[in-house]
């Protein structure tokens, strides 16, 4: 009986904590207070180990500061042309101190140093765009279009700073899973369903996701070989390059564009920590008129563990404010409601994954 025992749960030990009830819970909800200042539009958020936390308010081309109850501190930044002037910035990662956000009219990458009493002061700046990033302590990592020595254009790679060298990852036509001789047709029509992808790493393995697949590229740094993997379960509804869908964006019709993406799941964020990794894709509910987003966590290998619809996080579009925090295993979210009024209410929520 004691052998039989065993050998059932073997299976288990080897799968590690994963089996025994990985799990994602909601630790807080912090209302973010507008009496003293108004959110125009977020574009990002950071949060601090104390607890404050950073949303940037793309419209205003600042960065509104609140406390760990959600208290508003200060401003930094405003719009314009000068230091510390932006238009129409995007917060994408916050990491021992760096906050890296990116001011996309101007084309510029930029990377402050945050102290303990909030104060911001500009370190790195780069020519360049992106449409996400991640600090790590001697490499930046980036989503954003870069041609190698030769002219050939990646979509994800690294920069080292320091040694003044780039290491070229991935194509477009990687992350749209499309031959690399593809034609003009072929990609238009991928980029219909939009173009943006997400990235992160551990270790030599980087992680990428374009926003209109949910197909896990796991890349070696070493040795460039690939390996795809995720799950479309049934609340994941893939994206599809319709008719409908490229006549609205030839057209430049955005409500109708978005009205017809809403039909779709689409990527919003990606996370990798030393024992998971993590998707978010954001889906539309009519009934309340808004979307709501929906975790995935995998092993490093690529298998499936679980899936977590975050039903207390609203939000008008597909483009939410969201920040993992990887010594804390915290991923934010900040909800936004609208009321009969035209008037928006924040909420900062906290999901501890554990």
């Keep these: 009986m004691k052998k039989t025992l065993i050998n059932l749960l073997s299976p288990l030990m080897i799968a ?60 930094f930044g405003r719009r314009g042309n000068g230091p510390d002037e932006f238009s129409y910035p995007t917060i994408f990662d916050y990491s021992d101190n760096k906050l890296l956000i990116s001011n996309s009219e101007k084309y510029r990458i930029l990377v402050y140093h945050v102290n303990e009493d909030l104060e911001i002061k500009l370190g790195e700046e780069f020519f360049g765009y992106c449409c996400d990033a991640r600090i790590f302590p001697d490499h930046y990592l980036f989503s954003g279009s870069k041609a190698d020595p030769a002219g050939k254009w990646y979509e994800i790679y690294l920069s080292y700073p320091r040694q003044k060298k780039h290491s070229f990852l991935l194509t477009i036509q990687d992350l749209f899973n499309i031959s690399p001789n593809a034609g003009q047709p072929q990609l238009a029509e991928k980029a219909s369903m939009g173009v943006r992808s997400y990235c992160d790493s551990h270790g030599d393995q980087v992680y990428a996701v374009w926003e209109g697949l949910l ?140």
């Design 16 to 75: 590690g904590p994963f089996v025994f009830g990985q799990d994602i819970r909601l630790i807080d909800k912090i209302p973010v207070s507008q009496q003293d200042c108004l959110i125009e539009a977020d574009d990002g958020i950071a949060v601090l180990p104390n607890g404050s936390f950073i949303i940037c308010d793309t419209r205003a081309g600042n960065f509104k500061i609140f406390d760990k109850n959600g208290r508003f501190v200060k401003i």
């Design 215 to 354: 197909s896990v590229i796991r890349v070696d740094t070493k040795t460039n070989k690939q390996y795809r993997f995720g799950n479309k379960t049934s609340l994941y509804t893939a994206p599809v390059a319709s008719k409908e869908l490229i006549q609205a964006k030839k057209e430049r019709n955005l409500k109708k564009y978005y009205k017809v993406l809403h039909k779709y799941s689409m990527i919003r964020k990606i996370f990798v920590t030393d024992r998971y990794i993590g998707i978010v894709y954001m889906n539309y509910d009519r009934e309340i008129d808004l979307l709501n987003p929906i975790v995935q966590l995998y092993s490093l290998d690529g298998n499936f563990i679980m899936e977590k619809k975050l039903d207390e996080v609203t939000y008008p579009h597909r483009l939410m404010s969201l920040y993992y925090g990887k010594k804390t295993n915290v991923l934010s979210a900040l909800s936004l409601k609208i009321d009969d009024q035209a008037e928006s209410h924040y909420t900062l929520l906290k999901y501890q994954i554990i």
